[in-house]
């Protein structure tokens, strides 16, 4: 095999898109990018959304998805430009030569199909294996990546097992096919940092057992620093910066870079509490309808006027339901909750006009938290008519004064949500929110689906608007450096329990107990090694016990 696997040249990539109201137009999306992978490394493509990551992995496949066209350059995979050959060849390139590892495997795997009939497929159909030697390669691999029980895993639905387990099992399936490259696509974007860095560490080992190669991409730079031995830094299509991982981390070149370095520099001081807090969450414990067994045990917080409180834990640890229940979607079983010197009732139709309009909630996916046929301006206004009757001159105001504290301005006001960036999505719902003058926000993952820098960008929007308004926030995240960054009190939630409150300070120091402590550890670091520094930390801890 030659020194180079993938070779890239030149790559424009275009597509059709179709404005409201205006004729079809044609545009160019990735603006001749080049590269080289040799066989055995790893690429790390990195970038904010619409950078063009995904669009340029998906190139080395000669695919081009949601109408997207190849419109020039090269793309070279061992020793021919597939651009160039035949669909027969293609098919064989795909799922054999060449595999994809999606970010969502839960939206990728058939959930009416066993594991081990979607891992062996594309091994099977392109007769590198059969069915027999592709279920023993796949037990192999179930095993390298660290699966529970990986003779028998196989025989799982997908719903019968966890979203790193099944992650992990779709990395199974790109790379039983023994397939020369592996495109990785977000693969633990979704996933919580406990889980992200057991998969992380399964990929980089599946990596080095089996001399594939790899494009990794991600909008995580200290992720891709611990998988890739190169970077590329992509924005709006173009290469920004390209370079070895210890040029891009400790010393990179361009502005844009710098800026993703640096990103969560956010410098938050806590304050002390007020005398009385807006929220007392008083031994809540509850559970679903129609279920026998409680997701809430006993729980205990209070958020102080103008201050937030940061409730993190990993996924199934009750954080999200803790909101439900705040908000009065879901019934406690025990406990009350007082909010603004009154107890709530603990069925939402029991609250009054007031109770809904001080007690806001932000979702984490903006796209479906607003109607795409209303424009910006319509959907601000509403809670200005709802709550307060304004109409009119008065209305209109109102909405520019919200657009001007979100940093979008009047000319924003007649878009709709379709013309709008994620971020901007995010602070249109942010200003939704502020428009009712609530006493209290519940921001339920509201950077987790955005770039870092996006993110950093709300996270600065949240502190300066909570100065104004003298607002507080209830910050539901697994993400610890949001919560490093945003936080005056944290409440660490496992299994329903509150396992760890109080000050940022007190809660961020040791001695810690043990699962505080494995969820503060697992937050990626940028810096080269820190992967293999904590699984070593964490057998030598297993072999000490």
């Given at each position: 095999?030659?020194d180079?696997l993938?070779?890239?040249?030149?790559?424009?990539?275009?597509?059709?898109?179709?404005?409201?109201?205006?004729?079809?137009?044609?545009i160019?999306?990735v603006?001749?990018?080049?590269?080289?992978?040799?066989?055995?490394?790893?690429?790390?493509?990195?970038?904010?959304?619409?950078a063009?990551k995904?669009?340029?992995?998906?190139?080395?496949?000669?695919?081009?998805?949601g109408?997207?066209?190849?419109?020039?350059?090269?793309?070279?995979?061992?020793?021919?430009?597939?651009?160039k050959t035949?669909q027969?060849?293609?098919?064989?390139?795909?799922?054999g030569?060449?595999?994809?590892?999606?970010q969502?495997?839960?939206?990728?795997?058939?959930?009416?199909?066993?594991?081990?009939?979607?891992?062996?497929?594309?091994?099977?159909?392109?007769?590198?294996?059969?069915?027999?030697?592709?279920?023993?390669?796949?037990?192999?691999?179930?095993?390298?990546?660290?699966?529970p029980?990986?003779d028998n895993?196989g025989?799982?639905?997908?719903?019968?097992?966890?979203?790193?387990?099944l992650?992990?099992?779709?990395?199974?399936?790109?790379?039983?096919?023994?397939?020369?490259?592996v495109?990785f696509?977000?693969?633990?974007?979704?996933?919580d940092?406990?889980?992200?860095?057991?998969?992380l560490m399964?990929?980089?080992?599946a990596?080095?057992?089996?001399?594939?190669?790899?494009?990794?991409?991600t909008?995580?730079?200290?992720?891709?620093?611990q998988?890739?031995?190169?970077?590329?830094?992509?924005?709006?299509g173009?290469?920004?910066?390209?370079?070895?991982?210890?040029?891009?981390i400790?010393?990179?070149?361009e502005e844009y870079?710098?800026?993703?370095?640096?990103?969560?520099?956010?410098e938050h001081?806590?304050?002390?509490?007020?005398?009385?807090?807006?929220?007392?969450?008083?031994?809540?414990?509850?559970?679903?309808?129609?279920?026998?067994?409680d997701?809430?045990?006993?729980?205990?917080?209070?958020?102080?006027?103008g201050?937030?409180?940061?409730?993190?834990?990993?996924?199934?640890?009750?954080?999200?339901?803790?909101?439900?229940?705040?908000t009065?979607?879901?019934?406690?079983?025990?406990?009350?909750?007082?909010?603004?010197?009154?107890?709530?009732?603990?069925?939402l139709?029991?609250?009054?006009?007031?109770?809904?309009?001080?007690?806001?909630?932000?979702?984490?996916?903006?796209?479906?938290?607003?109607?795409?046929?209303q424009?910006?301006?319509?959907?601000?206004?509403?809670?200005?008519?709802?709550?307060?009757?304004?109409?009119?001159?008065?209305?209109?105001?109102?909405i520019?004064?919200?657009?001007?504290?979100?940093?979008?301005?009047?000319k924003?006001?007649?878009?709709?949500?379709?013309?709008?960036?994620?971020?901007?999505?995010?602070?249109?719902?942010i200003?939704?929110?502020?428009?009712?003058?609530p006493?209290?926000?519940?921001?339920?993952?509201?950077?987790?689906?955005?770039?870092?820098?996006?993110a950093?960008?709300?996270?600065?929007?949240?502190?300066?608007?909570?100065?104004?308004?003298?607002?507080?926030?209830?910050?539901?995240?697994?993400?610890l450096?949001?919560?490093?960054?945003?936080?005056d009190?944290?409440?660490?939630?496992?299994?329903?329990?509150?396992?760890?409150?109080?000050?940022?300070?007190?809660?961020?120091?040791?001695?810690?107990d043990?699962?505080?402590?494995?969820?503060?550890?697992?937050?990626?670091?940028?810096?080269?090694?820190?992967?293999?520094?904590?699984?070593?930390?964490?057998?030598?801890?297993?072999?000490?016990?």
């Amino acid at each position: 095999m030659s020194d180079t696997l993938l070779k890239v040249r030149d790559l424009k990539i275009g597509a059709t898109i179709y404005p409201p109201g205006e004729r079809p137009r044609d545009i160019e999306i990735v603006h001749g990018v080049s590269f080289d992978l040799a066989p055995g490394k790893v690429l790390g493509l990195i970038g904010e959304s619409g950078a063009g990551k995904s669009t340029i992995g998906l190139a080395s496949m000669a695919y081009g998805r949601g109408g997207v066209q190849i419109t020039g350059g090269e793309v070279w995979v061992n020793g021919r430009d597939i651009l160039k050959t035949g669909q027969r060849d293609v098919r064989s390139l795909r799922g054999g030569e060449v595999t994809y590892v999606s970010q969502s495997a839960a939206a990728s795997f058939n959930p009416a199909k066993k594991i081990m009939d979607q891992v062996v497929e594309a091994a099977v159909e392109q007769k590198k294996f059969s069915r027999k030697d592709a279920e023993a390669r796949a037990r192999v691999l179930f095993a390298k990546l660290g699966l529970p029980d990986p003779d028998n895993i196989g025989e799982r639905y997908p719903h019968q097992v966890s979203g790193g387990q099944l992650q992990r099992c779709m990395t199974a399936l790109a790379l039983c096919p023994e397939p020369d490259l592996v495109v990785f696509d977000e693969p633990t974007t979704a996933l919580d940092v406990t889980t992200q860095i057991d998969v992380l560490m399964a990929i980089k080992e599946a990596i080095r057992d089996t001399g594939v190669a790899a494009l990794y991409i991600t909008h995580d730079l200290a992720v891709v620093a611990q998988v890739s031995d190169d970077i590329m830094v992509l924005k709006m299509g173009n290469t920004v910066e390209y370079g070895s991982v210890d040029q891009i981390i400790n010393n990179p070149q361009e502005e844009y870079t710098q800026a993703l370095v640096s990103v969560r520099s956010i410098e938050h001081e806590e304050k002390a509490p007020t005398p009385d807090p807006v929220l007392s969450v008083r031994n809540i414990t509850a559970r679903y309808k129609g279920t026998q067994f409680d997701v809430l045990h006993n729980v205990n917080v209070d958020l102080y006027p103008g201050q937030t409180l940061a409730v993190v834990g990993e996924s199934g640890s009750g954080k999200s339901t803790l909101a439900r229940v705040i908000t009065g979607l879901l019934p406690p079983r025990e406990g009350e909750i007082e909010f603004a010197g009154r107890t709530l009732s603990g069925d939402l139709k029991g609250r009054s006009r007031e109770d809904l309009r001080e007690l806001q909630m932000i979702y984490q996916m903006a796209d479906v938290a607003m109607n795409p046929r209303q424009t910006v301006g319509t959907i601000i206004g509403r809670p200005l008519e709802f709550y307060f009757g304004m109409r009119g001159a008065e209305k209109k105001k109102r909405i520019i004064e919200l657009l001007d504290e979100i940093e979008l301005g009047e000319k924003f006001m007649d878009r709709y949500p379709a013309e709008l960036s994620g971020g901007q999505k995010q602070r249109v719902c942010i200003a939704r929110s502020l428009a009712a003058k609530p006493k209290m926000i519940i921001c339920d993952e509201v950077t987790s689906a955005l770039d870092p820098l996006v993110a950093d960008g709300i996270l600065k929007l949240l502190l300066d608007l909570q100065k104004i308004e003298d607002v507080a926030y209830l910050f539901i995240t697994h993400d610890l450096a949001t919560v490093r960054a945003i936080s005056d009190n944290i409440a660490v939630m496992y299994q329903g329990k509150v396992q760890r409150y109080g000050g940022k300070s007190k809660v961020l120091s040791p001695p810690f107990d043990d699962y505080t402590d494995l969820l503060l550890s697992s937050v990626p670091e940028m810096k080269l090694g820190w992967l293999e520094e904590v699984i070593a930390n964490r057998k030598m801890e297993s072999a000490g016990n």
